[in-house]
C-alpha cells in the first residue's frame, strides 16, 4: 500500500464535515475507490469515482479527484458517531483486477 | 446469501506450525484475493487467483502458498508458522466488470504466531 498515501488519523466533532484526503501514483487508474472498515470486520466498499470525472456526490458523501495532481478526497457532510471507522483510498491497477490500498484514515468522532 | 466467509476466526499457532485458512464466496466472483492488514501499513496482497484452478503471486507471497481447486473457495496455507505472519488476514472476492472491481470481503482471520 506505500504507492498510495494518506494520513492516519483525523478527528472531528458531531455535526462537523469531515475530509480525509489521498494521493495516488498510477496516472493510468480508472477507478478509484474508498473502502470503509468498521472495528472488527472486512473492509466495504463505501463509494468509487471514475477518472473521468472531478466530482461525484452521494447523499452526505462527497468525492473530488484532482487528476493533474493525483489527489483525491472524500468529504463526509453531518459526521456522526456511527462514521467512526478506518477509511481506506485505493487505485486500480492492471486492467482493473489488481487494487492497491492506502495504509488507512481512521476516523475518531467526537460527541 | 452469505457473501464471502472465512474460517476460523482467530487462531493462535506456536512458530513452525502449519495451518490453512479457507475462505468461500458464494456470489460466483472469478477474482479472489488473500491480504494481511497490520497497523500502518494498510492491506498488502498475498496471492490472488483469477480463475478455479490458477493463482499467482501478490506483493508479499513468501511464506504462504495457496490454492483453488474449487472456483468458489480460496485456500491460504502457512506451511512453517514464523512471528512475523501475525496479522489480521482478509480474503476477498470480485467479478470485474471491465476494469470496475468492487472487492467484497470477508471478516478476517486475526492470527498470533507466539
Known amino acids: 500500500g506505500e504507492d498510495v498515501e494518506q494520513s492516519l488519523f483525523l478527528s472531528v466533532r458531531e455535526g462537523d464535515s469531515s475530509v480525509i484526503n489521498c494521493t495516488y501514483t498510477?496516472?493510468?487508474?480508472?477507478?478509484l475507490y474508498w473502502y470503509k472498515q468498521e472495528p472488527g470486520a472486512g473492509l466495504q466498499l463505501l463509494t468509487y469515482i471514475f477518472s473521468n470525472m472531478d466530482m461525484k456526490q452521494d447523499q452526505r458523501l462527497t468525492v473530488l479527484l484532482n487528476k493533474k495532481d493525483k489527489h483525491l478526497s472524500l468529504r463526509i457532510a453531518d459526521t456522526q458517531t456511527g462514521d467512526s471507522a478506518i477509511y481506506f483510498c485505493?487505485?486500480?491497477?492492471?486492467?482493473?483486477?489488481?487494487?492497491?490500498f492506502g495504509a488507512g484514515t481512521r476516523l475518531f468522532v467526537k460527541a | 446469501n452469505a457473501g464471502v466467509t472465512q474460517t476460523p476466526k482467530f487462531r493462535v499457532l506456536k512458530t513452525g506450525q502449519s495451518m490453512t485458512l479457507l475462505c468461500a464466496q458464494d456470489?460466483?466472483?472469478?477474482?479472489m484475493y488473500w491480504y494481511r492488514q497490520d497497523p500502518g501499513m494498510g492491506l498488502r496482497l498475498i496471492h490472488y487467483?483469477?480463475?478455479?484452478?490458477?493463482?499467482a503471486k501478490g506483493e508479499v507471497p513468501d511464506g504462504y502458498n495457496v490454492s483453488r481447486l474449487k472456483k468458489q473457495n480460496f485456500l491460504l496455507g502457512l506451511e512453517s508458522a514464523a512471528p512475523s505472519q501475525t496479522s489480521v488476514y482478509f480474503c476477498?472476492?470480485?467479478?470485474?466488470?471491465?476494469?470496475?472491481?468492487?472487492?467484497?470481503f470477508g471478516p478476517g482471520t486475526r492470527l498470533t504466531v507466539l
Open positions: 476477498a472476492s470480485s467479478q470485474l466488470d471491465r476494469v470496475y472491481n468492487e472487492q467484497f
Open positions: 487467483s483469477v480463475g478455479e484452478g490458477t493463482t
Open positions: 498510477d496516472s493510468s487508474s480508472t477507478y
Open positions: 485505493a487505485e486500480s491497477r492492471d486492467g482493473g483486477f489488481k487494487t492497491i
Open positions: 456470489m460466483n466472483h472469478e477474482y
